[in-house]
Every structure is written in structure tokens, then in C-alpha cells.
């Protein structure tokens, strides 16, 4: 995603295609945001894993990779972002962009201590999809971000796309 966002100018990352659809430093507030709640998620996650003393994952190394499959196949239009993650505010890209990487690197640490659990035994209710467990989470999050990726080229692929 950095690439594709590094060293545009202002006008560019300021740039809406139509009133009331996100410009790229949207896109990059929400995404910091995303990722602001989902290290939340995985901190209070690992609070429930010591609290209720789940046990260690008896499969570890079965593949969970197709665990949202059936979900996401049913998704064929674009979510509404839940206000909590809906930008309100302009932050610039550097702020964004400082913002995710420390909600990043919490998460992972989070992820890490969470890896000895089994993940299928926390579950908490995704804004679209319902409830999920944690190895559910860490896919859609993981996932997250690509999804925009695609919305950032689509944008900059706009006729009115400022060409700096």
C-alpha cells in the first residue's frame, strides 16, 4: 500500500473522485483507525484467553486459511465503514501512516502472545459479517488493507486524478 501512496502531492492524496466519497488521505485515516481497533480487539482478546484460561489450540497447524470463504464470497458490493472507523476528521498521510504502523506493531506483539491460544474459543462480532473468532479477525485484517489498495488505484486511475 506504501508504494502506491509515496510521493504523491497533496492535491493527489486530497483528491475525491465524487462529493462524499473518500480521497487517499481518507482512505489512510481509515485504515490507521482499522487498525487502531482490531489491536484493541486482539489486546482485549488476549485478556479473555488469560481470564478464561483458554486452552492451547489442539490443531495448531491446520489450515484456517478458507475459514471466511463462504463469508466474503457473500459480500458483492462495497461495506459501509462503521462510523468508529469512518474518518471525520483530516489527518495528512504522515499521520495516518505513523498511526498504523504503531497500531500494527501492537497488534503483531498481541498476535504473538495470542498464538498459544485457541482462537476459535474468542469470538466478537465483526460490523458486516457477524461474529467471528480471532483467526477469523487476524484474516480480515490481514486482508483489510489490500482491499483498499485496490481503491487507491482506482482512484489514482480517475481522469480528474491531479497529475501532481
Not at 27 to 41: F, P, R, V, W, Y
Not at 47 to 56: I, Q
Not at 140 to 160: D, L, W
Request: hydrophobic content about 40%; some cysteine.
Amino acid at each position: 500500500m506504501l508504494r502506491h501512496v509515496d510521493g504523491l502531492s497533496d492535491a493527489q492524496l486530497s483528491y475525491k473522485p465524487e462529493a462524499g466519497e473518500w480521497s487517499l488521505n481518507d482512505i489512510l485515516h481509515h485504515l490507521a483507525l482499522t487498525d487502531e481497533a482490531n489491536g484493541k480487539l486482539a489486546s482485549r482478546a488476549l485478556k479473555h484467553a488469560h481470564e478464561k484460561n483458554v486452552p492451547p489450540d489442539p490443531m495448531p497447524d491446520e489450515s484456517v486459511l478458507n475459514c471466511l470463504d463462504a463469508a466474503v464470497a457473500s459480500l458483492n458490493t462495497r461495506a459501509q465503514a462503521p462510523d468508529f472507523v469512518r474518518p471525520q476528521s483530516h489527518l495528512s498521510a504522515p499521520e495516518s501512516l505513523a498511526r498504523l504502523a504503531a497500531s500494527r506493531e501492537r497488534m503483531l506483539q498481541s498476535i504473538e502472545q495470542l498464538c498459544v491460544y485457541d482462537l476459535t474459543q474468542l469470538k466478537y462480532p465483526h460490523p458486516v459479517l457477524g461474529d467471528l473468532d480471532m483467526y477469523q479477525w487476524i484474516l480480515i485484517a490481514g486482508g483489510h488493507e489490500g482491499r483498499h489498495v485496490g481503491q487507491i488505484k482506482r482512484i489514482k486511475a480517475e481522469p480528474g486524478f491531479p497529475a501532481n
